[in-house]
């Protein structure tokens, strides 16, 4: 039998900085997905973007935190698209994050 322990992390400097860095990869990844779509009308694949953004641009993330970051913005393209076919008036993830 597996126990979970949540540890509540109060505010830092240190986590605001990393979840700051987070959210502006998360919004480079996302304008550069749309700008691609928009100028190419190519859909990159997720290897693609993982490859295209390894890490944050001040290398603050670990490389799998900055993966995480673009899989999470590749989930929410995937969610949408499967929203669309029963609900045409959904829209896709535009919106740019500061904070993530």
């Known amino acids: 039998m597996y126990f979970v322990r949540k540890l ?18 998360y919004s ?5 997905f749309w700008r691609v779509v ?3 009308g190519l859909w ?4 693609t973007l993982m490859r295209w953004f390894p890490s944050d641009p ?9 993966d995480a970051v ?13 929203r ?3 609900d045409p008036n959904a829209r896709p993830p535009r919106r740019r994050r500061y904070y993530y």
Do not use: C
């Not at 509540?8 to 990869?25: C, E, Y």
């Open 70 to 82: 673009v899989q999470s913005f590749l989930a929410s393209l995937k969610s949408w698209r499967e």
């Open 38 to 40: 928009r100028k190419k």
């Open 44 to 47: 990159l694949k997720p290897a």
């Open 8 to 25: 509540k992390l109060g505010v830092s400097d240190q986590l605001q900085l990393l979840s700051r860095a987070a959210g502006k990869l």
């Open 58 to 66: 001040e290398n603050r993330l670990h490389a799998h935190s900055a």
């Open 84 to 86: 669309r076919k029963t």
């Open 28 to 32: 480079k990844t996302l304008v550069s």
